[in-house]
């Protein structure tokens, strides 16, 4: 069976700092994978999406980044946190249309 | 209009009741759709998906879809506490990476 593992699961951040997270599917070959942002009380936003290794699009300008540097590992990045960057950061995969998602990290931005 | 528009509730019913959520949708060419449950501070999880007009029922739980009225509900039969969740619709208009998802419909169930 398919596992998707997102690390740290919290995560506090001064205002400017450098963030990378993590995602990293098990079980499956060659999935689509999803960076999504949930603020507080509202909706799923999707940030970036990935249909293979270094294949990186972008539904939303800003100063995060994507990176896929293995078939099965996601990374989400940034050089310089915002205060709007809190929010819970949801990974996800998909091989057909369904999607299945990560437990989250929680990034708090002070 | 949003894409995708949910009532945000709250929506509380007694155990046993049916619990009913509502979800409609702007993109008249939308195939897939889905919904999710979010508990408080968790990750969404998928519980349905539908793709063809009529009902798809999975124990407690039937989908209900009628794209002429571009509307997409969730029956939750037996309603228990621990269905209290957030309940999230979920659209693919073009069964492509771009996923739509409402804000979500938050439900209580009291014992």
């Known amino acids: 069976s398919q596992t998707i593992h997102q690390w740290p699961a919290t995560l506090v951040q001064p205002v400017g700092s450098p963030l990378s997270l993590e995602c990293t599917v098990e079980g499956t070959s060659n999935p689509n994978l999803y960076w999504y942002r949930q603020a507080a009380g509202r909706g799923l936003q999707l940030l970036f999406y990935s249909v293979g290794i270094g294949q990186i699009s972008s539904e939303v300008p800003q100063n995060l980044s994507a990176s896929r540097p293995q078939d099965r590992q996601f990374i989400l990045s940034s050089k310089k946190l915002l205060l709007s960057d809190s929010g819970f950061y949801l990974c996800?995969?998909?091989?057909?249309?369904?999607?299945?998602f990560g437990p989250g990290t929680r990034l708090t931005v002070t | 209009q949003k894409e995708v528009e949910q009532n945000s509730g709250p929506l509380s019913v007694p155990e046993g009741a049916i619990a009913s959520l509502n979800c409609t949708y702007s993109?008249?060419?939308?195939?897939?759709f889905f919904w999710y449950r979010q508990y408080s501070g968790k990750s969404p999880e998928l519980i349905m998906s539908i793709y063809s007009n009529g009902d798809k029922e999975d124990g407690r739980f039937t989908a209900q879809l009628n794209k002429a009225s571009q509307y997409v509900s969730l029956l939750i039969r037996d309603s228990q506490p621990s269905d209290s969740a957030t309940y999230l619709c979920?659209?693919?208009?073009?069964?492509?990476?771009?996923?739509?998802f409402g804000a979500g419909t938050r439900l209580t169930v009291k014992p």
């Open positions: 979920a659209v693919n208009p073009y069964n492509n990476n771009d996923m739509r």
């Open positions: 993109d008249r060419v939308s195939q897939s």
């Open positions: 996800a995969w998909s091989l057909m249309d369904e999607q299945y």
